[in-house]
């Protein structure tokens, strides 16, 4: 069976993980090991049989907000960055530049009791 998509769910960032954190990058380097290894082992956790190796994605990023308040998406996005390496530490794909993973729907909904991070990862052929 080819694998065609692949969703993981991982925990809602850290305020550690917003690019409006004006603290030392060391407060931080931990929080992004964390996120990095969890979407990593995730990643390899959802392949039932074997990992494929797509050589181009499309990333969706469906966002759980724990409440209604206005958030930037594009800040959203950026704080799953090391989930996104974690990604390509998996052996998924190959590297995270434009030439081989896209951006592509952004949703936010709210949560409120449970808030997470919903990553659907989509095969591409061109």
Known sequence: VLMRSLTIDLPWPVPALHSHNKGHWRSKVVEVRKLRDLAM???RQACPVAL??????????????PDNRRRDQANLIQAMKPAVDGIVD???IPDDCWQVLSIGK?????VPKNPFVSLQIRKRTS
């Open 52 to 65: 494929p190796r797509w050589e181009l994605a499309t990333i969706d990023y469906l966002f759980y907000c």
């Open 41 to 43: 082992f995730a990643v």
């Open 106 to 110: 952004v949703v936010c909904v709210v």
């Open 90 to 92: 998996s052996g998924l």
